[in-house]
């Protein structure tokens, strides 16, 4: 089947912006990343974009298609149900060239929320325990691979405050503070109950829907809303 | 432009129906501070209530006081109980039901009120 890719070019030397459309002949089973590639093999090889797996483990391909945020290599064709595939940066982000954006505003967030093991005290003698039960409470949050598809799909970050630390870090927070074995709840949660903190999450799920691991985020902030305001 | 989806439409219609309802009550507290002022005013506040516009104002009103109330209740469950964020798509729709139903009830015995 033929279809019309429209693709978001930035030249960062002459700052000009456009979309440069091109007519491919695919299979429905491709990828959109597939498509991406035979533009960048066949018709113009200075398309910039980022990707690395492949598979939608590394979380590089993050890119506004068709409207929404989703991993370029985990669409196909045929799932987009439209000849025209419009692909942009995801937004929010200052874009360094085409498809490429900056993403030091999200990491600038996930670090806030210390995303790291923080030991209780006291330590145990031997190794943490801890059962299934209390493992399978953050099992889903752990599964984040950190494209900024959730962050960048959230109009309270895109539209108000780019200083909001964003859906992807309360995953993240979510993952330890949920942690029976993890003792840094208490410096976490001053950063979650603050103005750019939870609160400015108005339940729009935009960023479960772009989550391309099927992470119930606005769940998992739910979590957070109700721990904070029980334990602070 | 990204795409809206359910939970952004509900959103949108919160804030919008939001500012209407302040709107309102900035226009409601003006006119009860006119009406204040004696017999004769009062009965002018009344006549202009009485008027097409401000009829269709009122139902409209009762519109966007449904909407937010409902959507609000809605976002307390979804914000409170998991339950209620696994189901928000149903939940949504099931506000934009009750809402519009209510709307056409409350709309249809307000509208054929003597004004």
């Given amino acids: 089947m033929q279809v019309t890719v429209e693709v978001f070019r930035y030249d960062p030397d002459t700052d000009e912006s456009r979309f440069d459309t091109f007519i491919k002949e695919v299979d429905p089973k491709d990828r959109v990343l597939d498509v991406m590639m035979a533009i960048k093999d066949e018709d113009d090889g200075t398309i910039a974009f980022r990707k690395s797996c492949a598979h939608g483990v590394c979380g590089s391909c993050a890119m506004e298609i068709n409207g929404l945020n989703r991993l370029a290599c985990q669409v196909l064709i045929q799932d987009l149900k439209s000849k025209r595939i419009h692909i942009r940066p995801i937004k929010g982000m200052k874009v360094l060239r085409d498809l490429i954006v900056?993403?030091?505003?999200?990491?600038?967030?996930?670090?806030?929320?210390?995303?790291?093991?923080?030991?209780?005290?006291?330590?145990?003698a031997a190794e943490y325990h801890q059962s299934v039960k209390d493992r399978a409470v953050f099992d889903e949050t752990t599964k984040c691979i950190m494209c900024g598809s959730c962050t960048t799909s959230?109009?309270?970050?895109?539209?108000f405050n780019r200083e909001f630390v964003g859906p992807a870090a309360f995953v993240k927070a979510h993952r330890f503070i949920f942690d029976s074995r993890d003792g840094g709840n208490e410096e976490r949660l001053g950063v979650l109950d603050d103005k750019n903190g939870l609160w400015r999450c108005h339940s729009i799920y935009n960023c479960t829907d772009a989550c391309p691991r099927e992470i119930d985020i606005t769940k998992a902030i739910g979590d957070l809303k109700r721990y904070t305001v029980i334990h602070r | 432009m990204y795409k809206i989806k359910e939970g952004m439409l509900s959103w949108l219609l919160h804030k919008i129906t939001g500012v209407a309802i302040v709107a309102y009550l900035i226009i409601h507290i003006w006119s009860m501070a006119k009406?204040?002022?004696?017999?004769?005013?009062?009965?002018?506040?009344?006549?202009?209530?009485?008027?097409?516009?401000?009829?269709?104002?009122?139902?409209?009103?009762?519109?966007?006081?449904?909407?937010?109330g409902l959507n609000g209740f809605r976002l307390i469950l979804a914000e409170f109980t998991a339950w209620a964020s696994k189901r928000h798509k149903l939940l949504i729709y099931l506000t934009y039901v009750l809402a519009v139903v209510l709307f056409i009830i409350g709309g249809w015995f307000m509208w054929r009120a003597e004004g």
């Fill in chain 1, 102 to 124: 900056d993403m030091e505003a999200f990491f600038a967030g996930l670090e806030k929320v210390k995303p790291y093991f923080i030991p209780g005290e006291p330590a145990p």
């Fill in chain 1, 154 to 159: 959230c109009p309270s970050f895109r539209w």
């Fill in chain 2, 35 to 68: 009406m204040s002022k004696g017999p004769e005013a009062f009965n002018a506040v009344i006549e202009t209530y009485k008027t097409t516009l401000f009829r269709a104002g009122e139902v409209l009103l009762l519109g966007a006081i449904l909407f937010h």
